[in-house]
Each structure stands twice: as structure tokens, then as C-alpha cells.
């Protein structure tokens, strides 16, 4: 049985109306990724915030009856909101409340598989916790009953701050090893020669449903917010040999809790190592260009904006009218057509062709193992035997300072 929500929201003269929309939109998504249903949402229109209650006392009337009406069990604000806020809302209203940060971290709390990714949401909700502990003793002591509850681990948060200060500092040192271990794999990776493609993109834009076209892997795929939140790689191998490795990532959303993208912090960096960047984006969501901002907004902050990078305009099958991108350079699929698959690594190999490098090279039949990494680690356009000579000749494509350049040198 899904528990009957409430949303309630401030419009603010700033706000431009489809922003506010699409954020409402996206809110009531989440709470059905939750597993919640939506019964009512009420906004106000206001000049600023209430400072002691996010909205207005009258309005908060207005809700108060609403909320008996329809039985409502949970309100959630579609902003943060403070300690202070959320005791007052509560105890005015008699319903629990919570807002939109605190259920984002709760869809996360379901999601995480690994131990990094449990660890790194538990981290963000006892960071977004500690500051709102006071006051919420009984509330503390059900955790796990229902959405904006599932908290982390057994801990009786209520003890005391200190524990939470305790356990904040044991998930930090935990979670350093596993950087470190990260950045083992990284350096590795990077010693190996290995070229590194991340996808990215808005939640729910199609990223995993590409990925396992791509890697034909069975990651999960779902039509909900944050289906992926722990980075998968694997090998893929393009039309011309050349083989990369291509990771999932978790997908962008707009206002993601700031506790988020610190303790995701590891898992985002897996972007800012790539070589390039696939830009998933849904070309039937109305929303598209807000997602495109917030997509970029993130890379930016991630210092991963120089970083080459395709975008690519999935769900194609959803379109009804002419489409033309705004990223470019852009490809048009739908993630579920083999040929558009095909069309799409070749595309990859295309932007990589005029980036780098052409060269052309003799290889002595005997030197096997050095055709063999030409052809894994650059794109070959072009191989021949020259019976006289008694050498292959093979050109194509390799990247700036590669090292097999050496190679050509000889």
C-alpha cells in the first residue's frame, strides 16, 4: 500500500514558470520511485520564504485541513528546509514532514548496492541529519517505517550527536581506503593504455539501457530516478578493434543535495578521469534543456567541461515532431535499435579520427605482438603486406603522446 503524500511548494518572483513546473514534476516522480503516491500539491506564491515556516501561516491553515481530508501521512516541501522550518511545519500541521533533499536521500538509501555506495549515502544522511536532530526524538526512534525513514543502518540516532559525529568519521576513513583503491584501479588503467569513455546524463535520460547495449551486460535497468548509483565499467570494443572502457554513472538531477555530491564525490570522479564523455540526454523529455544546464552545470563543477564529449539524443521512438540537437556534436538514436547502436560507435570513432593523430607504420611479419596493440589501442583505417619488402604497412589514428608512438620514431 503506497502512502498518500502531499507536496507543497514556494513560487518566488524569480522562479520562471516552467523551471517551477518541471521541479514539481520531478518531485512527484520521486516520491513514486519511493514508493509513494501523490494526492494533492499545493503551492504559494510569495515574495520570500517564511522564515519560521516556509509558507504562510494562512496557507499552513489550509493545509492543516487538507491533510485530515485526504488522510495524508507525509508532506514533503519541494525545497530544503531548515531544523527550524521542519519542527514547526510538523508540529503545526500534526503530520510528519520532511523535504525534497531528505527524500532524494532516501531513494538513494534503497538504491546503493556496493559497500562504497552505502557507505557514501549513509554518510550524506547523517550529514543532512545532525544539524535537524533536535527535537525529533520520537521521530528518530521509527526509523524504517516509510518514506524519508529508511535510515542508516540500526543506529538509534536519537543517542546523541557525538555517536553521529563518531560514525561520520568511521565512514570517512572507511571510504578513504576505497578512494585509494579507486585510484589504484585508475592509475593502472591509465599505465595500461587505456582509453576511457563515461556516460553520463539526467536521471532516467536512458544511460543504463545504452550501457547494455553497448557492453551486452545486464545492469539494471528500470523506467525510475536513480536506477544506477553505483559506476559499473566494462570492455567494449568499436568497429575498427579499438577497445575502451565505458562506465555508468549515477545520473544528474537538479537541486541533488549538496551532502550528495560531496559523499558521491569518489563515484563523480570516475568522469573527470575520462578521455571522453558520452552525454546521454532524453530528446522526448519536455524538459530537455533544463536537464542539458544542469548536466552541464555538474561537469563544470566537476572541473570535467574540457573533457571532448558526444551528446547523445536517445528515445528517438518518443518523438513526434522534427528534432534538432542543441550540443553538438550530437547523434540521434533510440537505445534499443541494434543499427542505431552500430551508427553510434561509429560516430565515436569518427570524432576520435579528427582529434588525433594520423600515422602510418611498418610492421615486420615476426612482430606480432606489436601489430596486435596497434590494432586494441588505435583505430586502424588501413593495413597491407608488401610481399617485396616483406612488412605490413598499417595506418590510422592514435592519440597525442600515446605510447606507441616510440614506434613510429623506429
Known sequence: MSEPILIIAVKKPEHQDNRFQSSLDELVSLCETAGGQVAEVITQNRQRIHP???????????????????????????????????????DHIGVRVIDRSQLILDIFAQRARTKEGKLQVELAQLEYLLPRLHGQGTEMSRLGAGIGTRGPGETKLETDQR????????????????????????????????????????????????????????????????????????????????QTLLTDTVGFIQDLPTSLVASFKSTLEEVTEADFILHVADAANPDMEQHHKTVNRLLR????????????????????????????????????????????????????????????????????KTLNRLKRKTIITGQSFQEIQNEYIVEGFMRENHPLKSLMKE
Not at 494562512?58 to 516541501?77: D, F, P, R, T
Open 163 to 242: 555517536h553521529i559525529r563518531q560514525r561520520i568519521v568511521d565512514i570517512k576513513r572507511r571510504l578513504k581506503a576505497v578512494v585509494q583503491q579507486r585510484e589504484q584501479y585508475r592509475k593502472r588503467r591509465r599505465t595500461n593504455e587505456i582509453f576511457q569513455i563515461a556516460v553520463v546524463g539526467y536521471t532516467n535520460a536512458g544511460k543504463s539501457t545504452l550501457f547494455n547495449q553497448l557492453t551486452n551486460s545486464g545492469s539494471l535497468v528500470e523506467d525510475q530516478l536513480f536506477a544506477t548509483l553505483d559506476p559499473l565499467t566494462r570492455k567494449i570494443q568499436l568497429p575498427s578493434g579499438f
Open 52 to 90: 519560521a515556516y516556509y509558507i504562510g501561516e494562512g496557507k499552513m491553515n489550509e493545509i492543516k485541513h487538507m491533510a485530515e481530508e485526504l488522510q495524508i501521512e507525509l508532506i514533503i516541501s519541494n525545497d530544503e528546509l531548515s531544523p527550524g522550518q521542519l519542527r514547526n511545519l510538523s
Open 301 to 368: 563543477d566537476l572541473e570535467a567541461d574540457n573533457i571532448p564529449m558526444l551528446t547523445v539524443y536517445n528515445k528517438k521512438d518518443l518523438l513526434e515532431d522534427d528534432f534538432i540537437g542543441i550540443n553538438h556534436p550530437n547523434i540521434t538514436i533510440s537505445a534499443l535499435e541494434d543499427a542505431d547502436i552500430t551508427r553510434l560507435l561509429l560516430k565515436i570513432e569518427s570524432i576520435l579520427k579528427d582529434a588525433w593523430e594520423w600515422y602510418q607504420v611498418q610492421v615486420l611479419p615476426d612482430q606480432g
